[in-house]
């Protein structure tokens, strides 16, 4: 018979330390990175780090944030700038290749023991209980475990280590829906400072307080939570896609201006001009209605990408679900809208020169 998985589990451990940062964790100023000539990193980037920080560094593949955490964690040499820690900081660095830094002879009870030296058995065996290790299971070898187990593993012994400053690079590669839900709470329930590397939508929304991105080889910070920042680039882009529009639409009307001859004011329209004329205010009426559908689909998103920020969600796996699928849903129907928007832009630009020619 199957085990029946357990998708309301709750981490109820305090994962606690003994010595507490300073204000500043860390600070970096006019960092620059590169390798050779031709891979740029970072160029005359700053930021700072201060206890508490829940930040999430984000981006596409390329962009260096596994660098950038090197770089924070001080494993990594810069070419330029400066880069101080703070006052008692102790770091714990997590990434895959902790997995095969995990003594494959010892059991799992003997190897969080490893990392958590001042703690009894019993706290041990609780904090293996929050990450799916149970009973009998705390006495499995290393080497029998799969891929999965052995991060919640490294996670473990990560989260109990007397570290108050977290350098997470993908912790959730290897987890299935359950275990990433665990450690959300556990980061949740964390007291001292954190950054993380992570390309998991869901995970970013549950633990971060901070975003910073690589953005024109300088490192951004956006001061909130994951779902105000998605908010905040929606608008950006929006607001520059309306500005581009406008500058499309003004450079069309003085272009038509300048090139074509003043026409007698008693000359009558050619047919074809009357026909774009009458297509504009069409596609004029269009345009206005499809710009309320995209701002209506925008703030649906956003209330669903509120909703899936609330950890409560996931005690219910069934609903968990329903709200991810719907959430797809919304976010397909903004991406047709917008291109919907693009193109009846397009098209009203057009038939704005055809009127005026």
């Known amino acids: 018979m199957d085990e029946v998985v357990d998708d309301t589990v709750e981490v109820n451990f305090k994962f606690r330390f003994s010595v507490k940062s300073g204000r500043d964790v860390l600070e970096m100023e006019h960092v620059s990175k590169s390798y050779g000539d031709h891979i740029h990193i970072l160029k005359n980037s700053s930021g700072r780090i201060e206890r508490g920080d829940k930040i999430a560094l984000i981006g596409a593949n390329g962009k260096g944030k596994s660098t950038l955490l090197r770089i924070i964690d001080s494993s990594e040499p810069i070419q330029t700038g400066t880069r101080r820690s703070g006052h008692n900081v102790i770091k714990s660095f997590f990434a895959q290749h902790q997995l095969e830094a995990l003594n494959v002879e010892n059991e799992i009870l003997q190897e969080l023991a490893q990392a958590g030296s001042d703690k009894t058995e019993m706290e041990l065996r ?25 991060s919640r593993v490294a996670l473990a012994k990560t989260l109990i280590s007397e570290a108050n400053f977290l350098l997470l690079d993908e912790p959730t590669n290897h987890l299935d829906m359950q275990s990433v839900n665990i450690l ?4 949740q329930q964390y007291e001292g400072t954190f950054v993380t590397v992570s390309h998991d939508r869901q995970f970013i929304r549950g ?18 939570t994951y ?21 499309n639409q003004e450079a069309a009307k ?21 026909a774009a004329k009458k297509a504009l205010k069409q596609k004029q009426r269009q345009l206005e209605e499809i710009e309320k559908a995209l701002m209506l689909a925008e703030k649906r998103c956003q209330e669903q990408e509120a909703l899936l920020a609330d ?12 709200e991810q699928a719907l959430y797809a849903q919304y976010q397909e129907d903004l991406n047709v809208k917008t291109t919907q928007w693009e193109q009846l832009v397009e098209e009203v630009d057009q038939l704005t020169a055809e009127t005026e020619g």
């Open 184 to 187: 959300i709470q556990a980061l």
């Open 207 to 224: 633990v971060a307080n901070k975003i910073w991105y690589i953005e024109d080889l300088e490192l951004k910070e956006y001061p909130g």
């Open 311 to 322: 950890p409560a969600l996931y005690a219910d796996a069934a609903r968990m679900q329903q």
């Open 227 to 247: 779902a105000e920042f998605e908010a905040f680039q929606a608008k950006v882009q929006a607001e520059k896609a309306a500005e581009e529009a406008g500058k």
């Open 126 to 150: 609780n904090v293996l209980g929050c990450f799916l290790f149970r009973d009998e299971d705390v006495f499995k070898k290393i080497k029998v475990l799969s891929g999965g187990e052995k």
């Open 254 to 274: 003085q272009k038509a201006e300048t090139s074509a001859p003043k026409k007698p004011r008693s000359e009558k329209q050619s047919p074809e001009q009357a």
